[in-house]
């Protein structure tokens, strides 16, 4: 199959798909069968702007993932296809992808790519069911200072025990001070 010549055309569609594949950082493959025009531009609205969702031919969008150097999709080019590309937000796309299939269960997501290998269907709902990256960082975050701050309540501890015993101990000469007197 990729040693067919094609059409300039088609060649064009084949080199455009390939640098999807390669620039995005995951791609998801859905069946879009019986959705409107309109319901498909609702969904690529719903995905933001780092996400493309393009309508492709199955032999073209299987010549240019092999081009791409991405295997194990094959068995996904079947029915009508469309392909997700994510250049933001892996999580956030996933999201978006799985709550219009919610509401719209024409749309059905057959699979993907994520970090060059080929994902299940149930593995990008794992990925939609992760929080955005945003929250994790913030929760990594506020995690950390915890840590420090208690880190530095610790490493203050001796010393502030040592400045009490020295009060302490001032107070005591200068009460045995004013008895010997």
Known sequence: MADKPIRADKATAVVELTESFRNAGATVLTEYRGLTVSQLTQLRRSLGTETTYTIAKNTLAKRAAADAGISGL???FTGPTALTFVSGDVVE???GLRDFAKTNPKLVIKGGVFEGKAITAAEVTKLADLESREVLLAKLAGAMKGNLSKAASLFQAPMAKTA???????DKREKEGAEAA
């Open 164 to 170: 009490r015993l020295a009060a302490a101990l001032q």
């Open 74 to 76: 094959d068995e996904l």
């Open 93 to 95: 796309a996933a999201k």
